[in-house]
């Protein structure tokens, strides 16, 4: 079965500090990989996706990913916060089984606090 | 905004009750997920539907049903309700580009279970 593991459920930055994300992943076959954000009181939006290609993915809002297929990573990466980026975000990854769609499974979450 | 439509937008039941969730995809995709982010959780795989029929499902009971229409619009329907079926629950839209896939959610039913 596929899993997706967030390390760090709760990381408070500064304004216009860096940010990493990691998030690992556990599938035996080929994957796309998502990385999701839910702002406050909205719905998953899709942030980046990879699947296949340049293992450097970019997506909207200047956020960036790095697919390391030999450690089975795809952190999410920003030069310098800003505090509308304070989110919920969430890694993910799809494939199919033998029996059919199994669906996205999600990491459990990064809550990323921004101080002003 | 991603085009995926989702009603009622809360919900209150008891425990035991049924409840029908609707969604509405986004034009022109003929595949559907349903998914339950439970409080402080990433959202889990319920089920697929293609072209109306149930090609995917994850590890929930047969409580868990649902439906697909013509129009693509589907339903989630969960008999006997209980406790920890409280939880927000997310439809989402299939992109197909290329051979590879791209999910759209939208705004979920919230339900809290009494």
């Known amino acids: 079965a596929q899993s997706v593991s967030q390390h760090n459920h709760h990381v408070i930055l500064s304004e216009a500090a860096s940010l990493e994300l990691g998030c690992n992943y556990s599938?035996?076959?080929?994957?796309?990989l998502f990385w999701y954000v839910q702002y406050p009181g909205q719905h998953l939006q899709l942030l980046l996706k990879?699947?296949?290609?340049?293992?450097l993915v970019k997506g909207i809002k200047g956020f960036e990913a790095e697919f390391i297929k030999s450690k089975f990573s795809f952190n999410l990466r920003k030069p310098s916060v800003q505090w509308s980026d304070t989110a919920e975000y969430f890694c993910?990854?799809?494939?199919?089984?033998?029996?059919?769609?199994?669906?996205?499974?999600f990491g459990k979450g990064t809550h990323l606090i921004i101080q002003p | 905004e991603t085009g995926v439509t989702q009603s009622p937008t809360h919900l209150i039941k008891t425990r035991g009750q049924q409840v029908t969730l609707r969604c509405s995809s986004q034009?022109?995709?003929?595949?559907v997920s349903w998914y339950q982010q439970a409080l402080g959780q990433g959202p889990q795989f319920i089920f697929q539907?293609?072209?109306?029929?149930?090609?995917g499902r994850g590890n929930f009971p047969p409580r868990f049903s649902g439906l697909q229409f013509p129009n693509y619009s589907s339903e989630l329907n969960v008999n006997a309700l209980e406790l920890d079926d409280s939880a927000l629950y997310l439809c989402?839209?299939?992109?197909?580009?290329?051979?590879?896939?791209?999910?759209?959610f939208g705004p979920g039913t919230r339900l809290l279970v009494l």
């Open positions: 993910a990854v799809s494939g199919y089984s033998g029996g059919g769609a199994d669906g996205l499974t």
């Open positions: 989402a839209s299939k992109e197909w580009a290329g051979g590879r896939e791209t999910q759209y």
């Open positions: 034009s022109g995709h003929n595949t």
């Open positions: 539907y293609y072209r109306e029929e149930e090609n």
């Open positions: 599938y035996g076959g080929t994957v796309n």
């Open positions: 990879y699947f296949s290609g340049d293992p």
